[in-house]
């Protein structure tokens, strides 16, 4: 079994070949007794296009037994899943836990989601573990994802919390809460009294302005582009989390929120700007595979000349023209997989890159560290240590360059395995001279 952190993927095929599958998750707390569980089966913008594929204690099942919440008690669930039955317009299987009362999810003492196989002879796949510790205010959890991407189904460690109980949870994927009625009022409401006391002659007086506000796009109205279009000049664009494919144009002054999400195609460029005014904030931005012998395939990000671009917390993975701030020569390898690692142990790794500007790094896996920290512009050799992870567990994650408000991500993969040597030492993974 394979142990993840917050934000680790995997292809499922990787983690096994069937295709029935089985959630539980367990809460533990001391004061917190009762939590609702719910698997949100949402289209390809994150909405809830159709309620039965909402499974939590009321519906348990969604529609042809694709998703069935199979066991339930206060702290605990299970959700049984069969992938070859979800229908082609669910795009992600959302898994959460809402506190029922009040108290905050800093108040959990621990958590475990497991992901396995279903069926009488099932095996435990992979393990997400987490804490109180790792939450502040929120009421509600989005613990993990299973996810379509490039034709294939994929799991997410997810670890989200939300601000908000089960009702908001709704609210957030498009879903409606049915109510009752209000009941009438017993008495009326006072009635004001006819003539007001003069405010006393110190008193200023206050005239009030309304101050005009941005308008806000939550929902997506088809595609992402098609979105894009219909907002108008000053809004602020909020994108739904998860996965949003492009390519896109932002051909008006706007503010495009991912609040985490990502926007990605096989070729770039996957964003174009072609406006002054633009803000991209607390975004990832991916060109997936670029086809090399296509030009402008590996460009992440585009932003045309005289436009200019406000960059709030984005990351790419891929190049960016037209930003002078982090514009330039960047040498990074496209991907580095570590191999076999020894578990427990101190594993070494060097590779060389090259940047035409000073950047923070780091990397975004439990256990693993770099040296140093920061980078001066020019050719520079990074140490990558492997530290005290336990056996069987996948790495996933990226290394993050930063400057500029900007984080060119490299994904970073590995595997700790018992049989592999003792700690490697000083391995060059990926040298400059002759790289592909």
Known sequence: MQSFVRGQRAKISQLSSSRCL?????????????????????????????????????????????????????????????????????????????????????????????LNEAGASSQALLEYRFSGADFKGEGALMLGEIYRKDGEWRFWAQGQGFAGDLAALLKFFGGQEVESAAPPLRYPPPAPPLIQPPPPISAPAVISVPIPTAPVVSALA??????????????????PRGEHQGPIVIDKPLVLDGAGAVIWAQNGPVVIVQSVGVTLRDLEIEATSPDKSTPHSGIALWVAPNMGAQLQNVRTRGEILGVASVEGEWRLPPSLDLGEIAPRLENTFEIQVETPHACEIKASIAGVSLLPSRLESGRQKITIRVGNVGADTFLAGNLEFSTGGVARTVPLSGRTAAKARAPVQHLVLWELDGAA
């Open 22 to 114: 089985s959630v539980e998750i367990a809460l533990s707390s001391a004061r917190l007794t009762v939590f609702d569980f719910v698997c949100f089966g949402v289209d390809g913008i994150g909405t809830l296009s159709d309620d039965r594929y909402m499974v939590f204690f009321n519906q348990k099942t969604a529609p042809d037994g694709c998703v069935t919440l199979e066991e339930l008690s206060d702290t605990k669930a299970r959700f049984s899943i069969d992938l070859d039955l979800v229908p082609t317009h669910i795009a992600r299987l959302v898994f959460t836990a809402s506190i029922d009362g009040t108290g905050t999810m800093s108040e959990l003492g621990s958590g475990v989601l497991t």
């Open 222 to 239: 088809g595609t992402l582009q098609q979105t894009l279009a219909q907002a108008t000049a000053g809004s602020v664009v909020t994108l």
